[in-house]
T-cell receptor, first 113, second 115 residues
Framework: AQSVTQLGSHVSVSEGALVLLRCNYS??????LFWYVQYPNQGLQLLLK??????LVKGINGFEAEFKKSETSFHLTKPSAHMSDAAEYFC???????????FGSGTQLTVLP | DTGVSQDPRHKITKRGQNVTFRCDPI?????LYWYRQTLGQGPEFLTY????????KSRLLSDRFSAERPKGSFSTLEIQRTEQGDSAMYLC?????????????FGSGTQLSVL
């Protein structure tokens, strides 16, 4: 079985500050991990994904995430928050014989001026 | 790439009525997924199609729910005898075959409110 846990349903940061959104996964086999972002009134968009290879993955809009097997984590970071980063962020996993993504419950990011 | 489109954007219905939603995936995508999202939760998988074949259904998909994808193009999701617990955002996504770790392209969803 596969699952993800996102710690913190709401995160607030000041513009220019570090963004850190936490995601831990559970999987009995090597997982594929994703971060999707959902802006108001828009569909979810892929930010980045980890399949194999380099554990530090760079995505769009300056975001990156690091796969840490020992910690079963895939936290999302951005060095400097921008007002346009305000959105809901979802971590997702697919592994083994599964044919669909399992999403976390999401983290709403607010960027304060 | 015109994106995934869903219709309608909003649907308000009375309990017990039937509703049908439509999803038009990106034209060359052979996989199509339906997810359901409630407030404060992430999307939950409902069902998926490979071309016109419905290959997997979640236990969340009760007998009142039925989905089709005739000719492997657009898809419809019908809910019969709606209940208040069906109120949610229904999301459609598509992908271009290959591995199951491929990027999903999501539509903006259909927001269903059952009164």
């Amino acid at each position: 079985a596969q699952s993800v846990t996102q710690l913190g349903s709401h995160v607030s940061v000041s513009e220019g500050a570090l963004v850190l959104l936490r995601c831990n996964y559970s999987s009995s086999v090597p997982p594929y991990l994703f971060w999707y972002v959902q802006y108001p009134n828009q569909g979810l968009q892929l930010l980045l994904k980890y399949t194999t290879g380099a554990t530090l993955v760079k995505g769009i809009n300056g975001f990156e995430a690091e796969f840490k097997k020992s910690e079963t984590s895939f936290h999302l970071t951005k060095p400097s928050a921008h007002m346009s980063d305000a959105a809901e962020y979802f971590c997702a996993v697919i592994s083994g014989s599964a044919r669909q993504l399992t999403f976390g419950s999401g983290t709403q990011l607010t960027v304060l001026p | 790439d015109t994106g995934v489109s869903q219709d309608p954007r909003h649907k308000i219905t009375k309990r017990g009525q039937n509703v049908t939603f439509r999803c038009d995936p990106i034209s060359e995508h052979n996989r199509l997924y339906w997810y359901r999202q409630t407030l404060g939760q992430g999307p939950e998988f409902l069902t998926y199609f490979q071309n016109e074949a419905q290959l997997e259904k979640s236990r969340l998909l009760s007998d009142r729910f039925s989905a089709e994808r005739p000719k492997g193009s657009f898809s419809t999701l019908e809910i019969q005898r709606t209940e208040q617990g069906d109120s949610a955002m229904y999301l459609c996504a598509s992908s271009l075959g290959g591995q199951f770790n491929e990027k999903l392209f999501f539509g903006s969803g259909t927001q269903l409110s059952v009164l």
